[in-house]
Each structure stands twice: as C-alpha cells, then as structure tokens.
Nanobody, 124 residues
C-alpha cells in the first residue's frame, strides 16, 4: 500500500507560479497511475492532471489550458505539478492520488490512495 505526501503549496499572486510535489512511500510507485485533483470551498473535487506509469501519457482537465505541467520521476518515487499563470480561481486544496487501474483515470472514484492535501491560494 502506497502512502502519499504533498508539499509545495502556498500563497501566490495572480500570474505567479508554484511547483507541487508528491512523495510516495510504502509501495512500488511505478505500479500506479497517478494524478492531481483539487477541491475549492463549496465545490466538488475535480481532476487536474494525470500521468501513466511510464510517464509517456498525460491528461489534463479542460481548465488547465497549457498552464500546468505534470511529471513523475519513478526513481525518486515523486510526482510534480508545475503551475504557471495562476489565477484566483485556482485557489483550492490540491491532492495527489494513485490508482491501481490499468487504464487512464480521471475520476476521483477510481483513485485508491490519497495524500492529505496542500493548500494553494492565489490572490488577485
């Protein structure tokens, strides 16, 4: 069973950048499809980005529009989310998650393991 821990959240001005990291332990990180999801106050959790086991297939939520980049380093058991051109509407708790599913996962219901979340706040 894999454990996930996010880091890198914080407060940034609109137009700025943040890099989130997700460190995995307790399992073979390369065996999982992994992704980022976020939840803003009063809203449902939504898919941000996902990446397959080998890191050669990547998926983004429609709202990302070229602003975010997901990557993974299986040797370091770590996943990243580079977020550029941040907007106030990007304010949310960001979660990393891992799935045992063999295919692509974009729905929270199919992620099996979750981190505790990291707060990202973007001021206008």
């Amino acid at each position: 069973q894999v454990q996930l821990a996010e880091s890198g959240g914080g407060l940034v001005q609109a137009g700025g950048s943040l890099r989130l990291s997700c460190a995995a332990s307790g399992g073979a990180f390369s065996n999982y499809f992994v992704g980022w999801l976020r939840q803003a106050p009063g809203k449902e959790r939504e898919f941000v980005a996902g990446i397959n086991r080998r890191g050669n297939s990547i998926y983004y939520g429609d709202f990302v529009k070229g602003r975010f980049t997901i990557s993974r380093d299986n040797a370091k058991n770590t996943m990243y989310l580079q977020m550029d051109k941040l907007k106030p509407e990007d304010t949310a708790v960001y979660y990393c998650a891992a799935s045992r599913a063999l295919g692509t996962v974009t729905s929270e219901r199919y992620f099996d393991y979750w981190g505790q979340g990291t707060q990202v706040s973007v001021s206008s």
